[in-house]
């Protein structure tokens, strides 16, 4: 498979056909869906243009702003229209439906007004849920794209981040180094979120008590950052010791397709830490919950009924730090880092075939650093079937 030849023609008709026959599910008398989101037009069109995917009942049509070439060299889809402003789309449309469907997270007010002063639409109503339902459960295409980035993030951190680990580097500089060995094996280079405040950086790494920075993003990681409006990468001046705990959280992808994975590793013996027995219970806390919550990871589970577990697993001692305190054990990924729905508190759904979901399990120790374990799985029959290598002890690299 090449994975940097366009989203087959099959695959884009698949996908839109899915879309239309939820939003028919839902709602018989849709008229008109308007998207604009860079991950949700890729998925549905195959490219990434400033633009605008109208869709009817009638027809497709992506209309693009900028850049109409490199948007009908790389995409199969068919209709594809240049436009100088959303004037040609009211032009060609004649008759704008009263009540249009529109991404609600995405559309600022200043995007909004500018869209309505050329389409005279009263009403929209937001259409993400029922991106997020076709979106959640991947192709065989898809899972091919996510195998090949688990098998490059495996490499990667597995085998070759331990090499990197050497007296005086930085965290910034190790995560930079872990970043261009990823690119080097394949890896796409950079990362979407769907939550605004996520960094397209790729990852970060602490040391020690660095890790129990907390940040501003909802994640169990903590990292100090290299300045302070990017609390991502790792600080320059930190600089790796002999017994500091290494925490690494870096994100790889193909195609578009993340996946997901962290590890912990120990410079040095954990025999001459003193907290070195506290270190080594808590990680193997993290390892325990993500093997069984991998196990989990079948289909009709329930993701409440996971993190309920995750949460019942934690030593009193652990609870506190357990997640940095967020209310979550894992989240869905495929186009974005985070997407919908997470494992978490409250969410009473249930999975299905061909989810794919990270498994996070990390707890916070004060004054000490930063533990835990990540992979991504593919929901099975069989439970998660691990797409990243694999959940490993602490290893100590002496």
């Given at each position: 498979m090449k994975f940097n030849a366009p989203v087959p023609k099959q695959e884009l008709e698949r996908r839109l056909n899915s879309f239309i026959a939820e939003l028919e599910n839902r709602d018989k008398n849709w008229q008109m869906v308007l998207i604009h989101n860079p991950i949700n037009l890729y998925y549905l069109t195959g490219t990434i243009p400033d633009g605008l995917l109208v869709i009817t009942k009638e027809q497709t049509i992506l209309w693009v702003r900028s850049n109409y070439e490199r948007a009908k060299k790389e995409s199969e889809f068919e209709n594809i229209f240049s436009m100088k402003s959303f004037r040609d789309i009211a032009e060609y449309f004649k008759e704008i439906p009263k009540s249009v469907y529109l991404e609600y997270k995405y559309s600022n007010l200043q995007w909004l007004n500018l869209l309505r002063k050329h389409l005279n639409f009263d009403e929209y109503k937001d259409i993400l849920p029922v991106l997020q339902s076709?979106?959640?459960?991947?192709?065989?295409?898809?899972?091919?794209?996510?195998?090949?980035?688990?098998?490059?993030?495996?490499?990667?951190?597995?085998?070759?981040?331990?090499?990197?680990?050497?007296?005086?580097?930085?965290?910034?500089?190790?995560?930079?180094?872990?970043?261009?060995?990823?690119?080097?094996?394949?890896?796409?280079?950079?990362?979407?979120?769907?939550?605004?405040?996520?960094?397209?950086?790729?990852?970060?790494?602490?040391?020690?008590?660095?890790g129990v920075n907390g940040i501003s993003f909802d994640s169990p990681d903590g990292c100090i950052g290299t300045y302070i409006p990017i609390q991502a990468l790792g600080s320059h001046s930190r600089k790796l010791k002999k017994g500091d705990i290494v925490f690494a959280d870096i994100a790889c992808g193909v195609a578009g397709y993340h996946t997901d994975k962290s590890v912990t590793y120990f410079y040095g013996r954990l025999s001459e830490h003193e907290n070195g027995d506290l270190i080594k219970k808590a990680y193997n806390v993290c390892l325990d919950i993500e093997k069984k919550a991998a196990k989990m990871l079948k289909p009709n589970a329930v993701l409440s009924d996971i993190y309920n577990f995750a949460c019942s697993s934690v030593p009193d001692e652990f609870k506190r730090g357990f997640m940095f305190g967020k209310k979550f054990l894992g989240h869905s990924i495929g186009l974005a880092m985070d997407e919908y729905p997470p494992i978490s508190k409250g969410f009473d759904l249930k999975i299905k075939s061909n989810e794919v979901f990270a498994i996070e399990p990390k707890i916070k120790l004060d004054k000490i650093g930063l533990v835990g374990t990540e992979n991504t799985y593919l929901v099975s029959e069989q439970g998660g079937i691990c797409l990243t290598g694999k959940p490993q002890p602490l290893i100590e690299i002496i």
């Open positions: 076709v979106r959640v459960c991947k192709s065989e295409y898809e899972i091919e794209c996510l195998k090949a980035s688990g098998r490059i993030h495996a490499e990667s951190l597995e085998q070759i981040l331990p090499a990197f680990l050497r007296e005086g580097v930085s965290e910034a500089e190790l995560c930079g180094e872990v970043l261009l060995d990823l690119i080097r094996r394949g890896s796409m280079g950079s990362c979407r979120f769907e939550n605004p405040h996520g960094e397209a950086v790729g990852g970060m790494c602490s040391f020690s008590e660095s």
